[in-house]
């Protein structure tokens, strides 16, 4: 089995993609990887908030009408404004900037979409299966490189224990589909509760596995921060989401 | 060692590139290793002068000790140092790792020593990556994983 993993820094965090298969040294490989990393890229640009630059900056200061934004943008807004909905309010895109006021933000879930996106041009790679790695968010797929969906075509994930982060709590195997795990272990209160206007403290964290790592990583930071019963929604919902609470 | 690790590392400006180097005292590892292809790079042609790590078991006719990429993280670079004896990841250390200040030094005294364990668990348990890990570990699992994925492990 041949292997080959890319690492580069995007959206301020590593992002590693590692393929396996039969043709991981040829140019075409080369040239997919690099263009799945060119749409996070594309998407930091459009999106992030920390340049001053980026359309969603000047959303922010009202600069420039969501309606007159990039398609890429009133697509991402679609997106949380269902992801709003369908949460029952717990995934929010309005965040207090560092005024205290409550302005779009949708960090949160751009960073799944466009790992989406980028996974979706390496699904493309005939032979080959893909693990990308986008800060500790997962996703995996890509044509099975043996008969049968074999060896080669299966991650294990290691899924961090939030209290002990020295032991890995959970091993999730798939051959397609996406981890996201939302807490607060690594960085702190950073996960914010639009029902109670406060950052959420405590600890644990929720893991979610499914198809989409957008919608993954939508519902573990919904599940975060919102009530237990969020997690019977889910599953009405959306379907084939689990879901580890750690 | 180390001195000599950064010495040849500060002429190499790429952001994924492994350098290699023997650590035992057998000069056939690398020919002899269970990592047919190493990289084509400067210091996988330069290999330091034969040392012996201390604890490091040096009797295996397979070992070698691989520098990942540095890995910028929010506090500073990041970079891995991983041994390999029989096709399995040994031990790793940090070879460089932000200490410009308590924060780091703090950051450090919790995040490293904790990985070091952790990348071995990962390799025992034939963990291909990691869901839930810090900016800082993430930064070093990253470059841990360059160094795993250069070694074709």
Redesign the interface.
Known sequence: MR???????IM???I?I?VRGGDVDSPVVARGVEEAFDLVRQADRLFSTYRRDSEISRVRRGELDPGQADSLVQQVITLCHQAGELTGGAFTDQLPDDDGVLRLDPTGLVKGWAVDRAARRLADLAGTSY?L?A????AVGGTAVEAGDGPGAL??????D?RD????AE??ELHHGA???S?T???GAHLYDPATGTFVQRAG?V?VIGPSLMWADVWATALFVGPASLSLLLSQVAEGYRVISL | MRRIVFAVLSTITAVVLLFSYHTSTNSATLAGSPIPQLPASPGATSPAPSSKKSGAPTSQPSQASYTGATADTRWGPVQVKITVRGGRISASEAVQYPQNNGRDAQINGFALPILNQEVVQQQSASIDTVSGATVTSDGYLQSLQSAIDQAHL
């Open positions: 292997r080959r993993a890319w690492v580069r820094q301020g965090m590593p590693s590692h693990c790695n800060g500790g968010d997962v991650w294990r994930v290691g899924i961090e939030p982060r020295s032991r890995i091993v999730v981890v996201a795990t807490g272990a690594a960085r964290s893991t």
